[in-house]
């Protein structure tokens, strides 16, 4: 019995040192891999809604009180009805969540058609947005 505690202790031992001890601090891997939301304004989160939405424009302002609209005109490329949620994150002029997230909502889209959504922040913090797009639940 001691024999084979010794030996799974001595065992133990040496695979600690052959492997991930030794190698210290690392990088992150991969950090720009699927980081759409970093990147662009739009973002479309399923296969199937990839292949049967399109944007064709966001127009934004500031309001008067400093808040932030949007208007996307999301489009239909199928020819088909489809239903999809919408939301729109709103972050601040550094690219942070200002904690102003709409809830998801439900767009139906007939046959090659376009439509319009609104947005407006919460809070004067909202200089920059994400609009996210995905297929209904």
């Not at 600690?16 to 030794?22: A, K, R, S």
């Not at 304004?41 to 302002?61: C, E, K, M, P, Y």
């Amino acid at each position: 019995m001691k024999k084979t505690s010794l030996s799974l202790i001595v065992c133990a031992v040496v695979a600690t040192l052959f492997t991930g001890c030794g190698g210290g601090v690392s990088l992150p891997q991969n950090t720009r891999k699927y980081d759409f939301e970093n990147q662009t304004n739009f973002v479309l989160t399923d296969a199937h809604v990839q292949r049967s939405i399109t944007s064709s424009g966001i127009q934004q302002r500031v309001l008067e009180d400093g808040r932030l609209e949007l208007v996307v005109n999301v489009r239909n490329r199928e020819n088909r009805r489809i239903e999809v949620q919408i939301q729109c994150v709103f972050k601040d002029d550094q690219g942070f969540s200002s904690g102003d997230e709409t809830p998801w909502q439900t767009l139906i889209l007939t046959e090659n058609t376009q439509e319009a959504v609104q947005f407006v922040s919460m809070n004067p913090k909202a200089r920059k947005y994400t609009v996210r797009v995905r297929q209904a639940r």
